[in-house]
């Protein structure tokens, strides 16, 4: 009998334990006016993944993403011959792996031949995966914002659907028409809006709120990100290139990418942008 009583606790722990984590996990794409929200001041997004030392697009550097406790890991879309959804930022897997061409005149068997490299170049055992590969891992741990570089826009969509995504899954969208399409396929849809200049900041918000509007340098002011903010959306903008090459020596430099008030950072040094962001209590 006590056995089976202290089993119930166990489980009854166990289950408090899941329901907060899952909590946790759920809450980094709400809009930051919610109550009881537990995002951090400043966002940070893994441009790529953690691809610092391993391959850019891969399940290692998306596993140490998580691990090093991003809010978000950024990831590029391309499809195969075959209509397969895989992880690759170019057109072609000249750069990325040991084979040359294009993504879409290979067949997914003959993607899986080829392996991908590290940033600098050498050589991994690692292989290019598949969307649906790294939403079974990792769908349910993280949120992922969806860079979708294939036609099969579509596809994408439906296995979003189909593993239950919708809520952790930012789309970024150059198109306002896509963008609404998508919240009138489902409101739960969550939309990351392209912005070019401050009239497109005023047509989106005239047509919907996005849970995120991305904006460029030329774009990163006070007046700007208030806008967006006071609108009720997270105001997105990278550190790449330029901010992060300086950062990597002075990680104060990351400040340039968010004094004028935007919320959310996309890197591809995220640790050091996390180490700085704890260190002036903007971030967990």
């Known amino acids: ?84 959804l895989i992880l690759m930022h170019d057109k072609t897997i000249d750069r990325t792996t040991n084979g040359v061409g294009l993504v879409e005149d290979y067949t997914l068997n003959e993607i899986k031949d080829f ?20 939403l079974t891992e990792f769908g349910f741990i993280t949120h992922f914002d969806l860079d979708i570089k294939t036609q099969k826009y ?17 789309f970024l969208v150059y198109d306002l ?17 392209r912005a070019g200049d401050e009239e ?10 996005p849970e995120a509007v991305h904006i460029d340098d030329s774009l990163n002011s006070t007046l700007v990100n208030e806008t967006i903010k006071n609108n009720g959306s997270w105001s997105f903008i990278n550190s790449l290139g330029v901010i992060d090459n300086e950062a990597k020596n002075n990680p ?11 919320n959310m950072v996309q890197t591809d040094y995220p640790e050091q942008l996390l180490r700085h962001l704890r260190s002036r209590k903007l971030h967990k």
């Open 1 to 84: 009998m006590k056995a089976t009583i202290n089993f119930l606790v166990m489980r009854e722990l166990l289950l408090i334990v899941i329901s907060s984590l899952l909590f946790l996990q759920s809450c980094a794409v709400q809009k930051p006016q919610q109550a009881g929200t537990c995002v951090p001041e400043i966002m940070v997004i893994a441009h790529r993944g953690a691809h610092n030392n391993f391959p850019e697009n891969s399940i290692s550097s998306i596993r140490e993403a998580i691990e090093i406790g991003v809010d978000i890991v950024e990831i590029d879309i391309q499809h195969t011959k075959d209509g397969h």
């Open 252 to 262: 104060d430099a990351f400040e340039k990418a968010y004094r004028n008030g935007a």
């Open 200 to 209: 497109s900041v005023k047509v989106i918000f005239n047509e919907f709120t």
């Open 115 to 134: 392996r991908l490299r590290n940033t600098d170049g050498t050589l991994t055992d690692e292989r290019i995966p598949t969307l649906e590969e790294v």
């Open 154 to 170: 579509l596809s994408v969509i439906e296995i979003i659907e189909e593993y239950d995504l919708l809520e952790s899954s930012l």
């Open 177 to 193: 028409e896509v963008a609404k399409m998508l919240k009138k396929r489902n409101k739960l849809f969550k939309i990351l809006m």
